[in-house]
Structure formats: structure tokens, C-alpha cells
């Protein structure tokens, strides 16, 4: 959701704070939204996307109190952090928001952590880089107007005007008179006050603080949890524990939607040391082979063995023999080695389809002054996140509790509800932190299966997978392979660019959605692909605006194995193939790879208004040059730099590298990074984090990760053979900088992380003459040195 149709839906809907006084001598200070059916006298209102607390669709919130505000006696502030917390911080970042308008002290406000309740939140979700541009004017409206009602007691209290009130550090102030309470003494006053409308940040602006007098957004903000992370303190999913509580495993076929037809050793199994049940999964529905894979079908077959304890469960399933129907992928075209051979087929016949065309591509490429050819691949990548998935739940009594640490607990609700034939309404999800998602937990196969374990079991279990379960059932990064070809006039300006992308799916037919004109196949019955998840490309990707002669064809193969988004979808395989041909071009057209850039931009765009703001990129690609003093370094023999910049989730990056290559053994250096976020870095200490922890990523994605499938099975097992970057290996500094602009704060977990690739691939073509076109780097005999 963009911040325009934020804005739009909270002044379509009336969104109320209401007050309820506490047992301890405090108020509870929450969120009532009125749905626009209520004020107009109409029926029930039907939602729509982003309602039902998940982002996903469902009705809004009800007018019902949420709770986001308690004002303790001790005039301390707890603030409930209503998101899925998975390291991005957003624990710290939402409080940050409502304490800043609140005006109270950092240093007093505590941060509790919310269940998942539709009936009070919305938008309880991770991913995408969204938590910032959809919470920050909401969140600030909670503050400013909680802030706002204290006001109003006050003068009521007092019988001054609010004008003459001011606030700070949690306390109000009548300097005319000299007198002043602290929030919790005017609690009584508060609890007695009718709901108030949420004040808007446009019409009521006076209200809000300006960003000059902001004492907590902007600031260094340590993350909330950050003492108990590194003492150790049981904090994440894996630490979960309740009384009474089974450990369990989950064996499942090697090949997607295969299962066990039975196990050889059942009886020995059910004897081992502490092994309480073993549960047999067999009659999930198959997946017939020409349909894409769902993206989080449930539950799916498999063995589950329930034990006294996780390390006894393990070792029963390590000797358990179990024999599988490995179902119609299971087979030698499902390879990667036969995936390979078949997208070079694929681009030498005619493409199934064409995503967009612009002008006379064909014809310019033909009288381009200089034409340049290029294939690229990149594989399929696991998420693997520290914290390998897992889940606690307790089924009882037609109630089923757990304790998840998935992105998107909407969607595990509802299918662990599925799963154990009770409503969604009877499930109670406990939101707990997880170690990494990086979008796998966006999926919720280890809910669905703790969930139904319990259920079988009979008792409360602890569902742990291990680091082998992790790497071979993941929702993988789609790999892919492009096949470009890009015409130069005879003042190296880029006039022609075709791309014929090869993804994963399956050619479908029937009703096409209608769209702009160039936007793919037109309405009707035509062919148009059905591809995996994440693995499409847009008929806008860059740098279809600013190339007259421009085409976009694609095709597409089946595939053994799931997908789905890994931080940075698309864009962190995309980026690395555009702006690595992007540079092939530059150094064709004897241009500087950053002033190519810089001249592509200032072309005329041909969809404006797409989302996608030119000016903002060339501002943040200048800061990163200027940074880095690109083109004015003399630097040694087998040492350069290399740029790249991408645009996603609303974020404007541009990075550059320094690397070293000696025997093709690479060292990063330097790392600069200019950014466009918007108006407002909320928290900087967290904002720098984001931004490094994304460069270290991507150089893991670009060195060594790759996974490979043989008979629709995945090879790789841990991080020996999907190895990320070591401590020595990473750059010994990562400078980040931001450009202040005019526009509402957006994310950057994301955004952060395609332009390293292809800088450090660039730099290590210009500290050789390597031109590298398949990812992993590993793959042509590179490595960290």
C-alpha cells in the first residue's frame, strides 16, 4: 500500500482514540476505528485489502478498542508493538513513532509485544518494506492525538486554554501559572474523556511536531531486545517452552508433493529412548505436474515423530526408514543441469509471450550503431535464515494456541485452523521473535504442522526442523536466465534494449487483465504465463522508461521445486543482470559507467508517473560517487571500483565498491552507499544496520549460494555447501548515507540490497577485464580471498 491510499483510507475511514482506565492507577489509550458503512448509515462495510490484521484482504477493524498506549502510575509508557518481529527492528521503530508525538522520554517507555488480533490490528505483517510507509502517519496519529487528549484534560483540570499548555518528557506544563503534572496525574481526568477523532496530519499539522523538534525519530535508538539477545535470554521461537510440552520432527519426501507409502522399521522406531508417537501423513491431495506450485498449500504429507525430547526425536527419525511415492517430479527433467539446457532452448525458439514493446526494437537494433549481446543466469537460493523454522502450539478442547514467529500470521491462522477442523476464531497466535525471515517466514508449513501434530498428539508439542529440513524445504529465490541484446548510437546513447526473460511456470490461457497500452497481452483469451512466485518480471523494469526501442518477451519451464520471495524479490537477481549489461554498454560506448547512468536517467520518461522518479536516482547515485570520490582515485594494479543502483520498494539505492582481485581471490574493501528513503530516517542506528547487513547478504548471494535440483530433489543440505559470508570476508567499512528528500519515509531492509551485486561484480571486471554473467561467482572460479 502506498502512503497516498494510507491516507485516502484513514480519511475514508474515521479512526477514534479511546481511553479505559486500568486497575493499577493508569489508562490504557487505544485505537478505534469506525468503519464508513457506520457513518453512512449503510450495512455491513466488506473491507478490503490490508484489512483482517494480516494486510491480505478481510474486513477492517471493527469499532472496538486497540490497545496501543498505557500510561503507567509511575508516569513510565508501555507501548505495544503490534508487528512480527524478525530482526528488521520494527519492535523498536513503530513505539518510536507514537512516543516521539506522545512526547515522552525514551528512556521511560516500555515495549510489549501484541498477539495477533484482527479484531484490533491491522496490517500485522513483514515483508516488503512496508512497516514504514504504512504505520508512519498512523502510528504518529495515535501520539499526537493521545498527546492531544492529554491536552485537553488538562485544561479542563485546570480551566486554562489549551493554548497555554505545553508538554515534555511526559509531563504537562502551564508556565503562565507555573504549574505542571506528569501524564499519570491526569489519568483519572483522561479516563473520563469521550473518544477523539485521530487527528490528520495534513489538516491538523499544527499538532504534530516538526521534524526540528523530534527528540527520539532520527536519533540512535538501541533495538529494545538487544540486551537480552546478546546475554542469551530465551527471546525467540526455538526458546519457546510450555508445561507439559512434546518436542517434535517432521519428515517429509524429498521431492515436492510426494508421500510415504510406509516405514520399514516402524515398530524398532516406536521403541526408541523417549519416543512417544509417530504420526503418518499420507492423504494429502497431489499437485498435478503442469500447475504452478501454491505458494502455502498447508499442510503436507509426511512422518512426524513425537518425543520426550527434540535430540531423542532426531535420532529416531536419523534411523527411521521410510519409503516414498516421489510423485511425477521426481524424475530427470526435473534438474538443474536439464533446466539450464532447456532456457537456451527456449530463447532460441520464438518467446510464448511478450510482456512489452515499445517502438521498432528490431529495426533499431539493426541500425544501431553498435549492438552488444549478452546471456545471464542466476540460480535458485535458500533464505536460510540462523533460526531454522519452528513453532509451539497447543491443541485442546477445540482451541488450538501458538507461538509462531511467522511474517504473515494471518495466513498460518488460517490454515493451522484448516488443518485441525476448527474456525480461525478458536486459534490464539502468540507473536514471538524469530531469528531472520528474510521473507521464509512469509510461508507457514512449520505452523500448519505444529499445529496438527498437537492436535494428533494430543498434547502441546515443540515442532524444531533442522538446518537440513531448512535448506530442502524452502521457498527458494526462482532462479532464472536473460538474454539481452542492446543497441548504441553513434554518440554511444543507448536507443534499443530487448530482453528475453526464461522463468519458471507454465503457459495459461483465458481472461488477461486489462491494462496500459504496451502492458503485455491484451484483454481476452490470449496466451500469458503463470510463473512461480517471484519469478515475473514487470513490463516497467528498468530501463524500459528511458529507451524508446524497448522489449520485454518471455518463457517459461516447470518446475520441481517451491518459490518464493527472499528479500528483495526479483529485484535482488534483476539488478544484478540489468545493471551488469547496463555497464557492458557504457564501457562499449567509451562512457563512465556512473555518467552513462547519469545520462540514461536524464532522458525524457515514457511512463511517467509509473512510480519510479528519475530525479530522486540521480540524486542518490551522485551522493554515492561523491562519497566515494568515483573517477578520482588512482588506485593500484588489480584494485577498482564498480556501481550499480536499483530501485524497489519505494527506495532509491545507488552503491559503489571498492575490490581487490588477486587470483581470483576477491577482497571488498570499501562499500559506499547513497540512499533515498524519503523525508525521515526514523531510527539511524537501525537504518546504518539495515543498509551494511544487506551488502553483507548480498555478497553471500553473489560468491557462493546456489541451489541445485537433481530428480526434483534439492542437493544442498547446510551452510557448507550454501555457505554465506564470513566475518574476515566482509568489508572492512560500509558507508551509508542518505538524501533528505520531500517524500513520506519508506522502507529499506530491501531496497538496500540488489546494487552490491552487480557493483562488486562491475569492480571485479574493472580490476580484470572478467566480464561475469552467472551467479554464484564461485561457478567461474572465484572466491573471498
Known amino acids: 500500500m502506498t502512503p497516498t491510499t494510507l491516507d485516502k483510507k484513514l480519511i475514508a475511514r474515521r479512526s477514534f482514540l479511546k481511553v479505559t482506565a486500568t486497575g493499577a492507577g493508569g489508562v490504557l489509550i487505544g ?10 448509515g449503510r450495512g455491513a462495510d466488506k473491507g478490503g485489502r490490508g484489512g483482517g490484521g494480516g494486510g491480505f484482504g478481510g474486513p477492517q477493524v471493527a469499532p472496538k478498542i486497540e490497545n496501543y498506549i498505557r500510561i503507567n502510575a509511575d508516569n513510565t509508557v508501555t507501548i505495544m508493538a503490534k508487528n512480527p518481529e524478525v530482526g ?4 523498536t521503530m513503530l513505539p518510536m513513532l507514537i512516543a516521539e508525538e506522545l512526547d515522552v522520554d525514551w528512556k521511560d517507555v516500555k515495549i510489549e509485544q501484541t498477539d495477533f488480533d484482527p ?8 515483508g516488503g518494506s512496508t512497516a514504514t510507509p504504512q504505520n508512519w502517519n498512523p502510528m504518529r496519529q495515535v501520539g499526537a492525538t493521545a498527546r492531544a487528549m492529554l491536552i485537553a484534560a488538562a485544561a479542563q483540570q485546570w480551566n486554562v486554554p489549551e493554548s497555554e499548555l505545553t508538554t515534555g518528557s511526559g509531563h504537562m506544563y502551564h508556565k503562565a501559572s507555573n504549574r505542571s503534572l506528569t501524564y499519570a496525574q491526569l489519568a483519572p481526568k483522561l479516563a473520563a474523556m469521550p473518544a477523539r477523532e485521530l487527528l490528520d496530519p495534513k489538516n491538523d499539522a499544527e499538532k504534530f511536531k516538526k521534524p526540528a523538534d523530534y527528540k527520539i525519530l532520527g536519533k540512535v535508538t538501541k533495538n529494545n531486545d538487544i540486551m537480552a539477545i546478546v546475554t542469551g535470554k530465551p527471546l525467540f521461537g526455538i526458546d519457546q517452552t510450555v508445561p507439559g510440552m512434546m518436542y517434535a520432527v517432521y519428515q517429509k519426501c524429498p521431492v515436492f508433493g510426494g508421500k510415504p507409502t510406509g516405514i520399514t522399521n516402524l515398530d524398532e522406531i516406536k521403541k526408541m529412548p523417549g519416543v512417544k508417537q509417530v504420526i503418518v501423513v499420507d492423504d494429502r491431495p497431489a499437485i498435478p505436474i503442469e500447475q504452478v506450485l501454491p505458494g502455502d498449500p498447508g499442510l503436507e504429507n509426511g512422518v512426524a515423530i513425537v518425543a520426550d525430547t527434540w535430540w531423542n526425536a532426531q535420532q529416531a527419525r536419523k534411523k527411521m526408514q521410510v519409503n516414498w511415492d516421489l510423485g511425477p517430479r521426481g524424475v530427470p527433467d526435473h534438474s538443474s543441469t536439464i ?3 532447456k532456457a537456451v532452448e527456449l530463447n532460441q525458439g520464438k518467446p510464448m509471450t511478450t510482456t512489452r514493446s515499445d517502438g521498432d526494437v528490431e529495426g533499431s537494433l539493426s541500425s544501431a550503431a553498435k549492438t552488444v549481446e549478452a546471456a545471464y543466469a542466476y540460480p535458485f537460493i535458500s533464505h536460510a535464515p540462523l533460526e531454522p523454522q519452528g ?6 478442547d477445540g482451541k488450538c494456541t501458538i507461538w509462531s514467529t511467522s511474517q504473515i500470521p494471518q495466513g498460518g491462522r488460517q490454515l493451522a485452523a484448516q488443518a485441525t477442523g476448527i474456525q480461525p476464531t478458536d486459534v490464539t497466535l502468540h507473536m514471538v521473535r524469530g531469528g531472520g525471515g528474510f521473507g521464509r517466514r512469509l510461508t507457514n508449513d512449520y505452523m500448519v504442522e505444529a499445529a496438527y501434530i498437537s492436535y494428533k498428539a494430543g498434547v502441546p508439542v515443540k515442532l524444531l526442523w533442522s538446518r537440513e529440513d531448512d535448506m530442502q524445504h524452502d521457498y527458494y529465490r526462482p532462479g532464472g536466465f536473460q538474454f539481452l541484446k542492446a543497441g548504441l548510437d553513434a554518440q554511444g546513447k543507448l536507443v534499443a534494449w530487448r530482453n528475453h526473460f526464461v522463468t519458471y511456470g507454465a503457459l495459461a490461457t483465458g481472461p488477461a487483465p486489462a491494462g496500459p497500452p504496451g502492458f503485455g497481452p491484451p484483454p481476452g483469451n490470449g496466451p500469458r504465463l503463470n510463473t512461480v512466485t517471484a519469478g515475473a518480471m514487470g513490463p516497467t523494469e528498468f530501463p524500459q522508461p528511458f529507451v524508446p526501442n524497448f522489449a520485454i518477451q518471455s518463457s517459461a519451464q516447470p518446475l520441481a521445486i517451491r518459490t518464493g520471495s527472499l528479500r528483495a524479490p526479483s529485484s535482488n537477481a534483476f539488478a544484478f543482470v540489468i545493471q551488469s549489461f547496463l555497464d557492458e554498454l557504457a564501457h562499449a560506448a567509451g562512457k563512465d559507467p556512473v555518467q552513462f547512468r547519469l545520462d540514461l536517467l536524464s532522458q525524457p520518461s515514457k511512463t511517467p508517473g509509473m512510480g519510479f522518479l528519475p530525479e530522486r536516482m540521480i540524486a542518490a547515485t551522485k551522493l554515492a560517487a561523491e562519497k566515494s570520490n ?5 588506485l593500484p594494479k588489480g584494485t577498482a571500483m564498480g556501481f550499480g543502483f536499483h530501485f524497489s520498494h519505494a527506495g532509491y539505492f545507488a552503491e559503489v565498491a571498492e575490490v581487490s582481485v588477486v587470483n581470483k581471490k576477491v577482497k571488498v574493501n570499501k562499500v559506499w552507499v547513497g540512499a533515498d528513503i524519503g523525508s525521515q530516517i526514523i531510527n539511524a542506528s537501525m537504518a546504518e544496520n539495515m543498509a551494511q547487513g544487506a551488502i553483507i547478504d548480498g555478497m553471500s548471494e553473489l560468491m ?6 537433481k530428480n526434483g530433489a534439492v542437493e544442498q543440505t547446510n551452510f557448507n555447501n550454501h555457505p554465506m559470508v564470513r566475518m574476515a570476508q566482509a568489508p572492512a567499512t560500509i558507508e551509508v548515507h542518505f538524501v533528505k528528500s520531500d517524500f513520506p519515509p519508506t522502507g529499506l531492509g530491501e ?3 540488489p546494487p552490491i551485486l552487480p557493483a562488486i561484480a562491475n569492480a571485479i571486471f574493472a580490476a580484470t577485464g572478467d566480464r561475469v554473467r552467472e551467479l554464484p561467482f564461485s561457478k567461474s572460479g572465484y572466491s573471498w580471498a
Open 339 to 341: 533446466y539450464a539446457q
Open 88 to 91: 528488521q527492528g520494527v519492535r
Open 119 to 126: 479484531t484490533k490490528y491491522n496490517g500485522q505483517i513483514a
Open 391 to 396: 513453532c509451539t502450539a497447543e491443541y485442546k
Open 31 to 40: 485505537l478505534a476505528v469506525q468503519p464508513l458503512s457506520a457513518q453512512q
Open 751 to 753: 531496497p538496500s540490497l
Open 630 to 634: 568515483w573517477g578520482k582515485t588512482n
Open 704 to 709: 557462493g549460494q546456489a541451489i541445485t535440483v
